[in-house]
């Protein structure tokens, strides 16, 4: 985007004038005025489009005379067409809007003065900002859905894929890595409601609000919201203006979405260990390091993670700005930008993840032979002696860790478990034997066998998981439909906008 540093010679646009008889300070260009003016790649769509709406509902009030109406849409249909890369903006006029009023008035001369007509500053890049921010809203929840259908295809391959569990990182119970992986998919659909709630936020239309309190100007509210291609209006003039809260709602949902897929991405830069060794990577997803040849980085999942912190701290950042008194422009021009492009930067992090989950490959051979060791199986041997001796499961609990014990000393794999050792322990805790059936002991020592008895809802069993696989397959595709059908209208909504803005442009 093309940039002049140079002030202007004297004040003749509304970034100075009028009021202020002195061009803007060399100090203020270079900060401020250079900031409000960072973001115009973003906001210049929007910005164009809250244009067009404004001017149609202002001749469509009859505020605008017809004389000059085909002019001015001709040349806001003109300034509209120039790239954004092109755009002359220019600090020394102090941001965006001002930058394009001076080319617009270039073109028209007084004719562009009409498009102030009954709107702030703030309505118009306001809207242009919310502009920004719903269209991402959609990019994020169509590649989230994606990789969340990713994770289920691989969920459903891997049902019977046996693992061990874990707290603490400690071997907890066996498990699928099914039913592991479905961990992170659920949180996913949530993420995908909050996205779609914010979505509906910030498809609310704040044009024609005025300044505080509305405008004395018969603005059709209503129609500019359909213009814009908004679903609501945000009601009350002064509130549609600021609304600090909304955009700390969807930072909070970023990064919600953000931790969610990072616990997943901590996890497997684990398992990618030598140590562990759960899993793999394809070569195209690492990093080489550059003075150790042995090295195989998993660099995209660290930056992952270094996001979701950096995600974190925009969060607190995001309350930090609108927490001060109403009607300041805190809560907006350090967000203009900052939002769309957190956006931008976590759909493009869940992108990267989904290929790495396209990408990853399971040990299963080691992780099948991990998901006996370190006992997981422990819990389930107490529960057979609570519910077959019918003694209560503290004490259960008592006997078994005195056969963990021992195993551990004796190096005796927990597959390997005897009676002669069940009553061993037993005799030591309450004095008796116990009369624990072959068969029972040997399948609640069985990791397969222990998956198979999770039937409760949510539990690791096949017939459980591939119900909460059709489930959230069903959910993911409804969000997903959803998406599309806001983006058609969104999309359908400007077309409208841009044939109207032609036709009175040729009137």
Same mark, same amino acid.
């Given at each position: 985007?093309?940039?002049? +540093?140079?002030?202007?010679?004297?004040?003749?646009?509304?970034?100075?004038?009028?009021?202020?008889?002195?061009?803007?300070?060399?100090?203020?260009?270079?900060?401020?005025?250079?900031? !409000?003016?960072?973001?115009?790649?973003? $906001?210049? *769509?929007?910005?164009?489009?809250?244009?067009?709406?404004?001017?149609?509902?202002?001749?469509?009030?009859?505020?605008?005379?017809?004389?000059?109406?085909?002019?001015?849409?001709?040349?806001?249909?003109?300034?509209?067409?120039?790239?954004?890369? #092109?755009?002359?903006?220019?600090? @020394?006029?102090?941001?965006?809007?001002?930058?394009?009023?001076?080319?617009?008035?270039?073109?028209?001369?007084?004719?562009?003065?009409?498009?102030?007509?009954?709107?702030? =500053?703030? @309505?118009?890049?306001?809207?242009?900002?919310?502009?920004?921010?719903?269209?991402?809203?959609?990019?994020?929840?169509?590649?989230?859905?994606?990789?969340?259908?990713?994770?289920?295809?691989?969920?459903? @391959?891997?049902?019977?894929?046996?693992?061990?569990?874990?707290?603490?990182?400690?071997?907890?119970?066996?498990?699928?890595?099914?039913?592991?992986?479905?961990?992170?998919?659920?949180?996913?659909?949530?993420?995908?409601?909050? $996205?779609?709630?914010?979505?509906?936020?910030?498809?609310?239309?704040?044009?024609?609000?005025?300044?505080?309190?509305?405008?004395?100007?018969?603005? !059709?509210?209503?129609?500019?919201? %359909?213009?814009?291609?908004?679903?609501?209006?945000?009601?009350?003039?002064?509130?549609?203006?600021?609304? *600090?809260?909304?955009?700390?709602?969807? /930072?909070?949902?970023?990064?919600?979405?953000?931790?969610?897929? #990072?616990?997943?991405?901590?996890? $497997?830069?684990?398992?990618?260990?030598? %140590?562990? !060794?759960?899993?793999?990577?394809?070569?195209?997803?690492?990093?080489?390091?550059?003075?150790?040849?042995?090295?195989?980085?998993?660099?995209?999942?660290?930056?992952?993670?270094?996001?979701?912190?950096?995600?974190?701290?925009?969060?607190?950042?995001?309350?930090?700005?609108?927490? &001060?008194?109403?009607?300041?422009? #805190?809560?907006?021009?350090?967000?203009?930008?900052?939002?769309?492009? +957190?956006?931008?930067? &976590?759909?493009?992090?869940?992108?990267?993840?989904?290929?790495?989950?396209?990408? $990853?490959?399971?040990?299963?051979?080691?992780?099948?032979?991990?998901?006996? @060791?370190?006992? *997981?199986?422990?819990?389930?041997?107490?529960?057979?002696?609570?519910?077959?001796?019918?003694?209560?499961?503290?004490?259960?609990?008592?006997?078994?860790?005195?056969?963990?014990?021992?195993?551990?000393?004796? =190096?005796?794999?927990?597959?390997?478990?005897?009676?002669? /050792?069940?009553?061993? +322990?037993?005799?030591?805790?309450?004095?008796?034997?116990?009369?624990?059936?072959?068969?029972?002991?040997?399948?609640?020592? !069985?990791?397969?066998?222990?998956?198979?008895?999770?039937?409760?809802?949510?539990?690791?069993? *096949?017939?459980? /998981?591939? %119900?909460?696989?059709? %489930?959230? =397959?069903?959910?993911?595709?409804?969000?997903?439909?959803?998406?599309?059908?806001?983006?058609?209208?969104?999309?359908?909504?400007?077309?409208?906008?841009?044939?109207?803005?032609?036709?009175?442009?040729?009137?």
């Amino acid at each position: 985007m093309s940039e002049t +540093a140079t002030p202007s010679s004297s004040p003749e646009y509304f970034g100075q004038g009028g009021r202020l008889e002195a061009s803007a300070a060399e100090a203020l260009i270079a900060s401020a005025y250079r900031h !409000d003016c960072a973001d115009a790649d973003i $906001l210049l *769509p929007g910005l164009h489009d809250a244009d067009l709406a404004h001017a149609i509902a202002l001749i469509e009030a009859g505020v605008i005379p017809s004389a000059v109406a085909k002019s001015l849409m001709r040349g806001l249909i003109e300034v509209g067409n120039i790239p954004t890369k #092109d755009f002359p903006v220019r600090p @020394e006029l102090g941001d965006v809007y001002n930058s394009k009023e001076a080319v617009l008035k270039a073109k028209l001369g007084d004719v562009a003065g009409w498009i102030h007509a009954g709107r702030a =500053r703030r @309505e118009a890049v306001n809207i242009a900002y919310l502009l920004a921010v719903r269209s991402r809203v959609l990019s994020l929840m169509d590649a989230h859905g994606s990789m969340a259908l990713a994770a289920l295809n691989t969920a459903e @391959e891997n049902i019977h894929t046996l693992m061990p569990d874990f707290t603490y990182l400690q071997h907890a119970h066996p498990t699928s890595f099914g039913h592991y992986l479905l961990t992170f998919v659920y949180p996913i659909l949530r993420d995908m409601e909050r $996205l779609q709630h914010a979505f509906g936020v910030f498809n609310a239309s704040v044009a024609g609000s005025g300044s505080v309190n509305g405008s004395r100007l018969p603005i !059709d509210r209503a129609r500019l919201s %359909e213009l814009l291609g908004c679903d609501s209006v945000a009601t009350h003039t002064r509130d549609a203006m600021w609304q *600090p809260d909304i955009p700390i709602e969807l /930072m909070a949902a970023i990064t919600a979405l953000l931790v969610n897929i #990072d616990r997943l991405a901590e996890e $497997l830069q684990i398992w990618f260990t030598a %140590e562990f !060794d759960f899993a793999g990577f394809s070569d195209d997803l690492a990093r080489a390091s550059i003075i150790m040849p042995q090295k195989k980085n998993p660099y995209g999942l660290a930056y992952i993670r270094g996001l979701t912190g950096s995600m974190l701290g925009k969060t607190a950042s995001f309350a930090a700005v609108g927490k &001060t008194y109403s009607g300041n422009p #805190d809560s907006r021009v350090f967000i203009y930008g900052e939002l769309p492009r +957190a956006l931008d930067r &976590t759909t493009e992090a869940v992108v990267l993840f989904h290929s790495m989950l396209r990408g $990853l490959t399971l040990n299963k051979d080691v992780m099948d032979r991990r998901a006996s @060791e370190g006992f *997981p199986q422990a819990t389930d041997l107490a529960e057979l002696i609570m519910t077959h001796c019918k003694l209560d499961y503290r004490t259960a609990h008592q006997i078994v860790g005195k056969i963990v014990r021992s195993t551990l000393e004796k =190096r005796i794999p927990s597959m390997h478990v005897t009676r002669e /050792m069940v009553n061993e +322990a037993a005799v030591q805790v309450t004095g008796t034997p116990l009369d624990l059936p072959a068969e029972q002991l040997a399948d609640a020592l !069985d990791p397969m066998k222990i998956v198979q008895s999770r039937q409760g809802v949510g539990g690791a069993a *096949p017939e459980r /998981m591939a %119900e909460m696989i059709v %489930e959230c =397959r069903n959910r993911i595709a409804a969000d997903l439909s959803w998406a599309g059908a806001a983006r058609a209208r969104l999309t359908k909504s400007r077309d409208a906008l841009l044939a109207h803005a032609a036709q009175l442009a040729s009137l």
